[in-house]
């Protein structure tokens, strides 16, 4: 089983549309869950983080359930400029100093006109 | 964005030579890393630095060497690399282990 899997799409949507995407990991004591963006041939950045009660930011909607280990992100009315990759990244750094991100493989989103 | 910045963007090499790629960040982390995108993958993490010391080699090939000078600094030296090593190789520092990783644009590599 990987350690984070997510659904590689392609979605493809037309703009104003919801979309969500969904992300499993198999670590049960990973520690802190991510949403990165990457947009084609450049590097990830950030999207938001993902808490267990849920977090909202604009029109992105992140969740967490640990007990089922999964992680989801909604994004409601759909810009053109939302076509991206999403990765879902879990942190499993587990006491130490560092960070160690493990990441999915990445759901490609088209939004169309 | 220049927080972290990567040096060459570009970089084609055949299979004998010796090339460094080269990352450096501005953001006063202590934490630096070299991950590795192939197409059609996940990101694969290969090294960890944290206060310039090597803390994480997953199971790289020796003819990738990493070096932290300092800790806004850190080099990927490259030696008789095989044409699947060809990918995008990214940089990104962290403060302390649960802070958000920033990323470089990454050294895209080709391999002959």
């Known amino acids: 089983r990987k350690e984070v899997e997510q659904d590689p799409g392609p979605f493809n949507v037309p703009e104003g549309a919801t979309v969500a995407f969904n992300c499993t990991y198999s670590n049960s004591a990973s520690q802190s869950f991510f949403w990165y963006r990457q947009d084609c041939r450049k590097e990830p950045k950030l999207l938001m983080s993902?808490?267990?009660s849920g977090n909202e930011d604009g029109r992105f909607t992140a969740q967490l359930n640990r007990a089922s280990q999964y992680i989801s992100l909604l994004i409601r009315d759909s810009k053109l400029s939302d076509s991206a990759t999403y990765l879902c990244?879990?942190?499993?750094?587990?006491?130490?100093?560092?960070?160690?991100?493990?990441f999915g493989q990445g759901t490609i989103l088209t939004v169309h006109p | 964005e220049t927080g972290v910045t990567q040096t060459p963007r570009h970089l084609v090499m055949g299979m004998t030579n010796k090339k460094s790629l080269k990352c450096e960040q501005h953001l006063g982390h202590n934490a630096m890393y070299w991950y590795k995108q192939s197409a059609k993958k996940p990101l694969e993490l290969m090294f960890v630095?944290?206060?310039?010391?090597?803390?994480e080699n997953n199971s790289v090939p020796s003819r990738f060497s990493p070096e932290c000078p300092n800790s806004s600094h850190l080099f990927l030296h490259l030696h008789t690399l095989q044409p699947e090593d060809s990918a995008l190789y990214l940089c990104?520092?962290?403060?302390?282990?649960?802070?958000?990783?920033?990323f470089g644009p990454g050294t895209r590599l080709t391999v002959l």
């Open positions: 630095y944290s206060l310039e010391e090597r803390v």
């Open positions: 990104a520092s962290s403060q302390e282990s649960v802070g958000t990783q920033y």
């Open positions: 990244v879990v942190n499993n750094a587990g006491g130490t100093s560092y960070g160690k991100l493990t």
């Open positions: 993902v808490y267990s």
